[in-house]
């Protein structure tokens, strides 16, 4: 079988930005008569100065890879890894400082919302222009156009100008225009984590079409499950370089182990179920001393432990100190292997004016714990409610690992022919 053709070749991309250094030369002053009698020689020798004194931050540095016709390459990394940055030099938006990106056929991108829509026009008007701009001809669009609104669902305000538009409609008829307007290679920036569940599932319904059409795909996401669906392969950014390069299932691995600093040897079950979050790391803090100070798992039969069967009932046990007495809420999230949060438990969803005292414990108890089994990494949280919003805090993302095996719940069938995300109990009877 003959080889696919190299759609995009990356060689050693880079990309840095300034930063002016600090003080008065920083400051650019309007130009002046002045300024313009400084003779050559000057203006050469302060122009030099400056170039040493200036500061630089490499937002990409000496990332190479080659795309295949028909691959979806994933691109995982946190904020600020330099994802956006490499879509930007390979849509052409923005110039590499170093190396070279060559691609091969009809390019088309959304790197937000929005990306090439004119805000005064009209959402028909902007389909028409989208196509314009990626050289497809008006026949083609005018054959695809009904399918791209009815898939956005916007007909009712197809001849409204965008800039009316909510922030759902704009990125389901952006996402749309994208999609089905034929290109060779589709760059796609976050945009499967916008829109309802109706709209997401769509979503998913049409990168699958896209697979199968043997379209060369890049996708930035978040979302594990996505990557692991629809990508050939993965990527994963690291402080402006690539990290891990692989399979889904691989470079999500490494991406958790790198976010959560979990190592594979770790058995959870052989650690204290008792930790302290004194000097952990923390996502953010605003404060200049911890709130979260430790949190404890509990059993049914009150000891504490991190191994839970599926079914069990478990408690968690969160030690803390209220910074300013207004009304807080704590959080609890558990997250698989791959570092989606598979459930989230929050104290106000049942005590809307939770109140505590200046120091002390709260308890959240689940009388079944319904995850399949595996490991899952345990995220708490504390903040307050200021006019109806949650106002995140402390947030310790790796506060504890908990295992949670089979046992007998799954009978006689086992654990292994289970699928789903949880293990919901459930009534059956023969009806006569």
Same mark, same amino acid.
């Given at each position: 079988?003959?080889?696919?053709?190299?759609?995009?070749?990356?060689?050693?991309?880079?990309?840095?930005?300034?930063?002016?250094?600090?003080?008065?030369?920083?400051?650019?002053?309007?130009?002046?008569?002045?300024?313009?009698?400084?003779? &050559?020689?000057?203006?050469?020798?302060?122009?030099?100065?400056?170039?040493?004194?200036?500061?630089?931050?490499?937002?990409?540095?000496?990332?190479?890879?080659?795309?295949?016709?028909?691959?979806?390459?994933?691109?995982?990394?946190?904020?600020?890894?330099?994802?956006?940055?490499?879509?930007?030099?390979?849509?052409?938006?923005?110039?590499?400082?170093e190396g070279t990106a060559r691609v091969w056929g009809r390019l088309g991108s959304l790197l937000e919302v929005g990306t090439g829509f004119h805000p005064d026009l009209t959402g028909r008007e902007n389909v028409f222009l989208n196509g314009a701009i990626l050289g497809i001809k008006r026949a083609e669009i005018l054959s695809l156009f009904d399918r791209i609104v009815a898939f956005a669902g916007v007909e009712q305000f197809i001849d409204?100008?965008?800039?009316?538009?909510?922030?759902?409609?704009?990125?389901?008829?952006?996402?749309?225009?994208?999609?089905?307007?034929?290109?060779?290679?589709?760059?796609?920036?976050?945009?499967?984590?916008?829109?309802?569940?109706?709209?997401?599932?769509?979503?998913?319904?049409?990168?699958?079409?896209?697979?199968?059409?043997?379209?060369?795909?890049?996708?930035?996401?978040?979302?594990?499950?996505?990557?692991?669906?629809?990508?050939?392969?993965?990527?994963?950014?690291?402080?402006?370089?690539? $990290?891990?390069?692989?399979? &889904?299932?691989?470079?999500?691995?490494?991406?958790?182990?790198?976010?959560?600093?979990?190592?594979?040897?770790?058995?959870?079950?052989?650690?204290?179920?008792?930790?302290?979050?004194?000097?952990?790391?923390?996502?953010?803090?605003?404060?200049?001393?911890?709130?979260?100070?430790?949190?404890?798992?509990?059993?049914?039969?009150?000891?504490?432990?991190?191994?839970?069967?599926?079914?069990?009932?478990?408690?968690?046990?969160?030690?803390?100190?209220?910074?300013?007495?207004?009304?807080?809420?704590?959080?609890?999230?558990?997250?698989?292997?791959?570092?989606?949060?598979?459930?989230?438990?929050?104290?106000?969803?049942?005590?809307?004016?939770?109140?505590?005292?200046?120091?002390?414990?709260?308890?959240?108890?689940?009388?079944?714990?319904?995850?399949? &089994?595996?490991?899952?990494?345990?995220?708490?949280?504390?903040?307050?409610?200021?006019?109806?919003?949650?106002?995140?805090?402390?947030?310790? &993302?790796?506060?504890?690992?908990?295992?949670?095996? =089979?046992? $007998?719940?799954?009978?006689?069938?086992?654990?292994?022919?289970?699928? =789903?995300?949880?293990?919901?109990?459930?009534?059956?009877?023969?009806?006569?």
């Amino acid at each position: 079988m003959p080889s696919r053709r190299a759609a995009i070749i990356a060689d050693g991309l880079g990309k840095r930005y300034n930063i002016a250094p600090a003080g008065d030369d920083a400051v650019t002053a309007p130009p002046s008569l002045w300024h313009a009698a400084i003779d &050559p020689l000057t203006r050469l020798l302060r122009h030099r100065r400056h170039a040493e004194e200036q500061e630089f931050i490499w937002a990409l540095q000496d990332v190479t890879f080659t795309l295949e016709e028909g691959e979806i390459l994933g691109i995982l990394g946190r904020n600020g890894s330099g994802k956006s940055t490499l879509l930007k030099i390979l849509s052409g938006v923005i110039a590499p400082t170093e190396g070279t990106a060559r691609v091969w056929g009809r390019l088309g991108s959304l790197l937000e919302v929005g990306t090439g829509f004119h805000p005064d026009l009209t959402g028909r008007e902007n389909v028409f222009l989208n196509g314009a701009i990626l050289g497809i001809k008006r026949a083609e669009i005018l054959s695809l156009f009904d399918r791209i609104v009815a898939f956005a669902g916007v007909e009712q305000f197809i001849d409204t100008p965008v800039k009316h538009y909510s922030s759902g409609m704009f990125v389901r008829l952006a996402f749309s225009v994208a999609m089905h307007l034929r290109t060779d290679i589709l760059i796609l920036d976050e945009v499967l984590a916008v829109g309802d569940s109706d709209f997401q599932a769509r979503s998913m319904e049409a990168m699958r079409a896209v697979m199968r059409d043997g379209r060369t795909v890049i996708l930035v996401s978040h979302n594990a499950e996505v990557m692991e669906q629809v990508c050939s392969k993965t990527m994963l950014l690291w402080g402006g370089r690539i $990290d891990h390069q692989g399979v &889904p299932a691989e470079t999500i691995a490494h991406y958790r182990r790198r976010c959560f600093q979990i190592s594979d040897e770790a058995d959870p079950t052989q650690l204290p179920a008792r930790v302290s979050l004194v000097g952990v790391p923390r996502h953010f803090s605003h404060l200049d001393n911890s709130i979260l100070t430790w949190m404890e798992t509990i059993s049914d039969d009150g000891l504490p432990t991190r191994s839970f069967g599926t079914g069990d009932g478990i408690t968690i046990r969160i030690g803390f100190r209220n910074h300013d007495g207004r009304p807080p809420y704590f959080s609890v999230f558990f997250l698989d292997r791959m570092g989606a949060q598979v459930m989230a438990l929050y104290s106000c969803h049942r005590h809307a004016d939770f109140r505590v005292s200046a120091e002390g414990v709260v308890e959240c108890r689940i009388d079944s714990l319904r995850l399949h &089994p595996g490991d899952y990494t345990v995220l708490v949280d504390y903040g307050s409610i200021d006019s109806g919003s949650l106002i995140s805090i402390d947030c310790v &993302p790796n506060a504890s690992i908990i295992r949670v095996h =089979g046992g $007998d719940y799954f009978l006689p069938i086992g654990a292994a022919a289970v699928q =789903g995300r949880f293990a919901q109990p459930s009534a059956w009877s023969e009806l006569e």
